[in-house]
């Protein structure tokens, strides 16, 4: 069964930064787009960012400039790179691979890990 498991959350002050982490497993992870998502108390989940399997990454608005996505193939990792942290960016963040076929499509998410930016 695929897993995927986010850590690197916690607590921080505006302005701050902090790295989020998500390891994959049982699952080809280079052919995966892989991306970050979050969710607010009493919100939607939303997209933060997407990196393809080719490695062309896009940025929700609200994070550009910001925020970096990245991965490494060779570990099965993706990151997310979370600096000048805003109180707004508190939510928890989840990991999401998907991969799309003619007949079907292939999505998996990690259980999410917990970012709070306050002071």
């Known amino acids: 069964q695929v897993q995927l498991v986010e850590s690197g959350g916690g607590l921080v002050q505006p302005g701050g930064f902090l790295r989020l982490s998500c390891a994959a497993s049982?699952?080809?992870?280079?052919?995966?787009?892989m991306g970050w998502y979050r969710q607010a108390p009493g919100k939607q989940r939303v997209l933060v960012a997407v990196i393809t399997s080719g490695g062309s990454t896009n940025y929700a608005d609200a994070v550009k400039g910001r925020f970096t996505i990245s991965r490494d193939n060779a570990k099965n990792m993706v990151y997310l790179q979370m600096n000048s942290l805003k109180v707004e960016d508190t939510a928890v963040y989840y990991c999401n691979a998907v991969r799309s076929t003619n007949w079907r499509e292939y999505n998996y998410w990690g259980q999410g890990t917990q970012v709070t930016v306050s002071s």
């Open positions: 049982r699952i080809t992870f280079s052919i995966y787009d």
